[in-house]
Nanobody
């Protein structure tokens, strides 16, 4: 069982940066792949970023490639999402997720545990 708690969301202006954190409970955090997803009102949950258990492999959604960076600190049981050059279309609730996929996990169904989400609002 893994419990995830996101933090770091807020209201920013276009072009600003923001870092989200996701703290995980449990002693097996380092065995999970981690992902970030986002969901805007009336839209489906969208894949944002993936990181494997060691942090050696990452993958990003096309809309955030080059602007967002995912990282993890297994000693702190925490995964981060550094967001730069934010745009109004990045406005959404951001969720972190944990799973035990052996490959690239970019679909919500590949994750077993979810946080409650944190709101990010980017004004123009």
């Amino acid at each position: 069982q893994v419990q995830l708690v996101e933090s770091g969301g807020g209201l920013v202006q276009a072009g600003d940066s923001l870092r989200l954190s996701c703290a995980a409970s449990g002693r097996t955090f380092s065995t999970y792949v981690m992902g970030w997803f986002r969901q805007a009102p009336g839209q489906e949950r969208e894949f944002v970023a993936f990181i494997n258990w060691s942090g050696s492999r990452t993958y990003y959604g096309a809309s955030v490639q080059g602007r967002f960076t995912i990282s993890r600190d297994n000693a702190k049981n925490t995964v981060y999402l550094q967001m730069s050059s934010l745009r109004p279309e990045d406005t959404a609730v951001y969720y972190c997720a944990a799973g035990q996929s052996t490959g690239w996990a970019i679909l919500p169904g590949q994750y077993d545990y979810w946080g409650q989400g944190t709101q990010v609002t980017v004004s123009s």
